[in-house]
């Protein structure tokens, strides 16, 4: 691939008329798929004298009733787990999400019956891997924020029960110290990420993004990111189908219809190495080439 931009590509110059309303949601089982992705198409791979630089593309935030992202640390007490050096940068568009990571030092989850054994799954998984006990809190907690419209008595319910909590990764802890840990607030379509200390990335996670793009900007999302890998890196993006009228239609599904086929990955010098259908959401992972 050249380094001129594929001639499909739109041009950035008017993407703000293109731009949708974004969505923040998450949950505790957030992560899973994307630590089971560097289990076995990454880790394997790497040479771990050097850090394995992690590109994690709108972490979310909304988990139901309270604020708390999950995926950055998931990752994060994998590699930890398993003696790996990394370096991270975060991208998020929303400036609330990148202030709560900066700021955060403890995860929060609620005990809800409506939470799925998916979520309640994650959560225990992170526990696990970052070898740590829940605690349980009966109080108000910086790190515990409910959402703005929960009743203040289903807030003290919820208190009354006590909401599990357990700390982020210690090597988290010291990547936003020390510089290791990059956060930006930006839209992944035009963000500066190929200009950040931590690129050019070994992996990138953009799960939950490119559904909320128009197209013209999962256009240009694609090709930003593919412009910050490494040769070898991949790239793990998927298409949530959401019914929601403000969202983009799918731009990859099991039919092989929408814009982005192999042919257009390959344009941006991105080979397909695995298609993967879980639930209703579709998978890709692409690889860097040389």
């Known amino acids: 691939m050249s380094d001129r931009p594929p001639r499909w590509l739109p041009d950035k110059s008017w993407y703000q008329d293109a731009r949708r309303a974004p969505s923040f949601e998450t949950n505790a089982k957030r992560g899973m798929r994307t630590i089971g992705v560097l289990q076995e198409y990454v880790l394997p791979f790497h040479d771990r004298s050097q850090p394995l630089r992690i590109l994690e593309v709108g972490p979310g935030l909304d988990a139901t009733w309270i604020r708390c992202p999950y995926e950055p640390y998931a990752i994060a007490a994998l590699l930890e787990r398993n003696g790996v050096p990394y370096e991270m940068a975060i991208v998020d568009k929303d400036a609330e999400v990148i202030a709560d990571i900066q700021n955060r ?53 919820q208190l009354d029960r006590g909401v599990k909590v357990a700390n982020i990764p210690l090597s988290f802890q010291n990547g936003l110290r020390d510089g290791g840990i990059v956060l930006l607030n930006g839209d992944i379509a035009i963000a500066p990420i190929a200009d950040l200390p931590v690129a050019p990335y070994d992996f990138i996670n953009a799960l939950f993004v490119f559904s909320y793009l128009s197209v013209e900007g999962q256009q240009l999302a694609l090709y930003n990111l593919a412009q910050s890998m490494r040769v070898g890196a991949n790239l793990f993006i998927d298409n949530f189908k959401i019914t929601f009228p403000r969202m983009t239609s799918m731009c990859i599904n ?14 941006l010098g991105l080979n397909l190495v695995k298609r993967d259908v879980v639930s209703e959401v579709y998978e890709v992972l692409l690889l860097k080439k040389g």
Do not use: M
Not at 105 to 118: E, I, P, T
Not at 254 to 267: P, V
């Open 254 to 267: 099991k039919w092989g219809s929408g814009w982005a086929t192999e042919k257009k990955f390959n344009d």
């Open 105 to 157: 030092r403890q995860l929060c989850f609620l005990q809800r019956r409506a939470y799925s054994n998916g979520e309640k799954e994650g959560w225990n998984r992170y526990l696990s891997l970052t070898n740590q006990n829940t605690s349980l809190v009966h109080e108000h907690f910086p790190n515990i924020i409910f959402q703005y419209w929960v009743n203040p008595s289903e807030i003290e319910d």
